[in-house]
C-alpha cells in the first residue's frame, strides 16, 4: 500500500491523504519505500510553479486539479527488477510525497542513476538522477537529514552566487535579499560573504530579524518596513526569495540603479504576483539547472563536482556547529503530522532554524 499527500494545485492549503494498492513491477523497474524527506519553502515554490515550471509533471497525482508535491531525500529499495540495482540498497533523490515511489533505471553507473519513466523524458536531467549513498561524496550519516534539507537548496544558492560572480555581479556593489531567514537566501548570503567584496543586505519580517543577524553572513539585516534606510542610489541587484509582488516593486521604484533583478522563490505564495510594468530591469526568473549546465560546460563534471562538494563540506560544518547551530531537525511521521507541517510551512509559520524531516512510510 502507497500512502500519498495530494495538494489542489489551485488551491495550496487544500491536501488530502490518498492510499494505493500498489501495481505488480514491470521488467526494468525497481520499489522503493521513501524513508524520510525535507519539507521547507523549497517544497512551496514548487508548488507555486508547478504549472509554470512543470513541477506537477514529475509525479501526476493522477487526478483532474490534484497534485503531488515534489521533495528530497532518502528511500530504500524494497522490490528490484532491474538488475543493476540491488534490494536494500538506498538512494538520495527527488521523490513524490509518499510513503513509496517506482523508478525505472537507466544510464546507471556505480554512482547511481537516471530515472527513465517516459512521462519524466522531457523534465530537466537534474531532477531525474538518482544516487547511491555509498558512492556519493556529499553522504555522510551523520549529516543525513542536513542533506535532506539543504543539499538541493543549497546547490542553488552556489550557483546563484557563482551567477553573479560570472556576471560581475552586473557592476553593482550590494546585493539585496528578500526572505532572508529562508534557507535557499542565507546558503546564498553565505557564499557572497566568503567574497568579502560585495555588501550583501538581508531583508526580512521584523521577527525574523535577530535570527538573520545571528547567521552572521549578512553585511546588515533589515526589517521590509526599513527598507527606505537604504541610499535610493545604491547600484544593486536584487534576489528575490520571497515572490512579493510589492516588495518587489518597491524594490524596483526605490533604486535607480538597481543593476539586475532575479526572481528565485515564493516564500510569500498569497502575495505571488506578475513582474509586467516594473521600472529597472526585467526581472528575471532563475533556473539552476541552465547556470550548472554552462558550468558543467566550462570546467566539465567532475571540477564542477568538486568544488560544489568542498563549498557543501565548508557550509555544512557551519549549520551544524555544535555552539550555534543555524538548523535543528525535527521529525515528524505519518499523514497528519506530514500535513500539518506542510500547512504550517505554506503559511509561513516555520521557525527559521527548525527544518522539518518527514515520513509517510
Known sequence: MTTTMLVRQ?????????????????????????????????????????EAMSYWQFFPGREAGWGIVPVWGFASVLQS????????????????????????????????????????????????????????????????????????????????????????FFAAKSVLLSSASSKTAYGTAFMLAQRGTIDVVGLTSARNRAFCESLGCYSRVLSYEELLEIDANTACVY???????????????????????????????EQLGGAKDLPGPRATLFFAPAQASKRQADWGAPDLGRKLVDAWKTFAATVSDARAPWLIAEHHSGPESVQ??????????????????????
Open 81 to 168: 527488477q532491474h538488475p543493476g540495482v540491488a534490494v536494500g540498497e538506498r538512494l538520495y533523490g527527488y521523490w513524490p510525497m509518499a510513503s513509496q515511489a517506482v523508478l525505472q533505471p537507466d544510464r546507471l553507473d556505480p554512482s547511481g542513476f537516471t530515472d527513465a519513466t517516459p512521462h519524466r523524458a522531457t523534465l530537466h536531467a537534474i531532477y531525474n538522477r538518482y544516487v547511491r549513498c555509498n558512492a556519493d561524496p556529499f553522504y555522510s550519516s551523520a549529516t543525513q537529514d542536513l542533506q535532506a534539507l539543504l543539499r538541493p537548496l543549497f546547490m542553488t544558492s552556489w550557483l546563484i552566487d557563482d551567477f553573479l560572480a560570472d556576471n560581475a
Open 239 to 269: 534576489l528575490d526569495f520571497a515572490g512579493d509582488a510589492g516588495l518587489r516593486r518597491s524594490v524596483h521604484e526605490r533604486f535607480k540603479q538597481l543593476k539586475y533583478s532575479c526572481s528565485v522563490g515564493g516564500t510569500h505564495v
Open 340 to 361: 500539518a507541517a506542510y500547512a504550517q510551512v505554506l503559511a509561513g509559520r516555520s521557525d527559521p532554524r527548525q527544518g522539518h524531516i518527514l515520513s509517510l512510510a
Open 10 to 50: 489551485d488551491q495550496l492549503a487544500t491536501t488530502r491523504i490518498r492510499a494505493d494498492e500498489d501495481a505488480r513491477l514491470s521488467d526494468g523497474q525497481i520499489r522503493l519505500r521513501i524513508d524520510s524527506f525535507a519539507l521547507t519553502s523549497n517544497n512551496i515554490t514548487y508548488a507555486a510553479f508547478g
